[in-house]
């Protein structure tokens, strides 16, 4: 093989059936644009703000009716007479009636349910010095439920120049009414008393834990020193002790009045006095000189 043959290049093969097609050249851009005039211009940017201003148009359209449906719905269920109240459940009510209730919660028949305060009835409720706690549930279409606790009056006060209920720790409630009186026990108590000693003697009574009940005392007095002196309205026995320690004072009364019980000599005892873990019987005048017990 001669050097002529190694260095020939090998021809291109023509494809069968003709010459070797060449993709027509891409013209080139010249940089020419057409300029439209200021009158096409004008009629474009009109056709596009003709566009805008017709779907803002619709778009406010859209929304003003549906604002104005969704107000004359609400317009239609506050005032058609289907949602009106007629009925008012009361429940937990002793001292106050029902009349009573509508009157302090200024509810009237016929008032549109979905339009009634709820916050603004509880809020009136528990204006009432009577009501403890109150709980106001609408129950649709017409009927309203009223639930209350009302504070239990455990003795009478003196307030001013008149009396007053109390409750279990000796805070005022209400003025005693014409018509309304409950022979309740009579608290009086120095300056400085906690009412918290007072309602946890009352506790104790409640829980009968005493020899004696509520309703067995006539009056109770409560010294700023801690004495508690009771006295019992049937037989007018005086019980005197310390309101601490209370518990082991109550222990030591009950064995006491047991042991004056068993002897039949209670019935003539005027005075039981718990102090410094002894207690002192004290006889009435007609009966046998008293002595110290336990």
Same mark, same amino acid.
């Given at each position: 093989?001669?050097?002529?043959?190694?260095?020939?290049?090998?021809?291109?093969?023509?494809?069968?059936?003709?010459?070797?097609?060449?993709?027509?050249?891409?013209?080139?851009?010249?940089?020419?644009?057409?300029?439209?005039?200021?009158?096409?211009?004008?009629?474009?940017?009109?056709?596009?703000?003709?566009?805008?201003?017709?779907?803002?148009?619709?778009?406010?359209?859209?929304?003003?009716?549906?604002?104005?449906?969704?107000?004359?719905?609400?317009?239609?269920?506050?005032?058609?007479?289907?949602?009106?109240?007629?009925?008012?459940?009361?429940?937990?009510?002793?001292?106050?009636?029902?009349?009573?209730?509508?009157?302090?919660?200024?509810?009237?028949?016929?008032?549109?349910?979905?339009?009634?305060?709820?916050?603004?009835?509880?809020?009136?409720?528990?204006?009432?010095?009577?009501?403890?706690?109150?709980? &106001?549930?609408?129950?649709?279409?017409?009927?309203?439920?009223?639930?209350?606790?009302?504070?239990?009056?455990?003795?009478?006060?003196?307030?001013?120049?008149?009396?007053?209920?109390?409750?279990?720790?000796?805070?005022?409630?209400?003025? &005693?009414?014409?018509?309304?009186?409950?022979?309740?026990?009579?608290?009086?108590?120095?300056?400085?008393?906690?009412?918290?000693?007072?309602?946890?003697?009352?506790?104790?009574?409640?829980?009968?834990?005493?020899?004696?009940?509520?309703?067995?005392?006539?009056?109770?007095?409560?010294?700023?020193?801690?004495?508690?002196?009771?006295?019992?309205?049937?037989?007018?026995?005086?019980?005197?002790?310390?309101?601490?320690?209370?518990?082991?004072?109550?222990?030591?009364?009950?064995?006491?009045?047991?042991?004056?019980?068993?002897?039949?000599?209670?019935?003539?005892?005027?005075?039981?006095?718990?102090?410094?873990?002894?207690?002192?019987?004290?006889?009435?005048?007609?009966?046998?000189?008293?002595?110290?017990?336990?």
């Amino acid at each position: 093989m001669s050097v002529a043959s190694l260095t020939r290049r090998t021809p291109h093969r023509v494809p069968r059936g003709g010459a070797i097609r060449k993709s027509a050249p891409r013209p080139k851009p010249n940089g020419y644009r057409r300029k439209s005039t200021w009158l096409q211009d004008g009629l474009s940017a009109a056709r596009k703000g003709v566009r805008l201003f017709l779907y803002g148009a619709g778009v406010l359209v859209l929304v003003l009716g549906m604002s104005w449906s969704v107000l004359a719905g609400h317009r239609l269920v506050t005032t058609h007479p289907y949602f009106g109240l007629r009925h008012v459940e009361v429940t937990g009510n002793h001292r106050i009636s029902a009349g009573q209730i509508m009157e302090i919660s200024s509810l009237g028949l016929g008032r549109n349910m979905l339009t009634l305060d709820m916050a603004g009835v509880r809020s009136s409720l528990l204006q009432d010095p009577w009501i403890a706690t109150a709980s &106001v549930k609408r129950i649709l279409p017409d009927r309203l439920s009223i639930s209350i606790t009302e504070r239990e009056p455990c003795f009478l006060v003196k307030v001013g120049k008149g009396l007053h209920f109390a409750g279990s720790d000796g805070r005022p409630i209400a003025p &005693v009414e014409a018509g309304r009186f409950v022979s309740l026990p009579v608290l009086s108590m120095e300056e400085g008393v906690e009412h918290h000693e007072i309602e946890r003697l009352v506790r104790r009574i409640e829980e009968k834990r005493m020899p004696f009940v509520m309703a067995e005392l006539g009056w109770i007095r409560i010294t700023a020193g801690g004495q508690a002196l009771l006295s019992l309205s049937t037989t007018g026995l005086q019980v005197s002790m310390a309101l601490e320690p209370l518990d082991e004072g109550i222990r030591r009364l009950n064995l006491a009045w047991r042991d004056l019980e068993g002897r039949g000599a209670l019935g003539g005892t005027a005075r039981i006095t718990v102090f410094g873990g002894k207690v002192l019987a004290k006889s009435r005048p007609q009966a046998t000189a008293g002595g110290q017990l336990g």
